[in-house]
């Protein structure tokens, strides 16, 4: 069965960077593109970047462009979300997401 484990999360001050890990098992990682998603506060859930099966494609939404980088680790079954320049905007929980199914994920507060 598909899983998906977030970690990396934490509290930064505005500026600040974290980096996400999603870990998986389940399927053939490399045949499938992931999406990273993020909840924030009584809004719905958003994809935030994804990155296609080799890594050869990637895409963000507006909002955390040239902010966000997302890149996987095809041997290890492990994506990763860099995110640079944080803003208190950007707090929510960050889900990572394929085949319908994602993690538990992992909460990413950006406060001074």
């Known amino acids: 069965q598909v899983q998906l484990v977030e970690s990396g999360g934490g509290l930064v001050q505005p500026g600040g960077s974290l980096r996400l890990s999603c870990v998986t098992s389940g399927f053939t990682f490399s045949d499938y593109a992931i999406t990273w998603y993020r909840q924030a506060p009584g809004k719905e859930r958003e994809p935030v970047a994804v990155?296609?099966?080799?890594?050869?494609?990637?895409n963000y939404a507006d909002s955390v462009k040239g902010r966000f980088t997302i890149s996987r680790d095809n041997a290890k079954a492990t994506v990763y979300l860099q995110m640079n320049s944080l803003k208190p905007e950007d707090t929510a929980v960050y889900y990572c997401?394929?085949?319908?199914?994602w993690g538990r994920g992992t909460q990413v507060t950006v406060s001074s």
């Open positions: 997401g394929t085949l319908g199914s």
């Open positions: 990155i296609s099966s080799r890594g050869s494609a990637t």
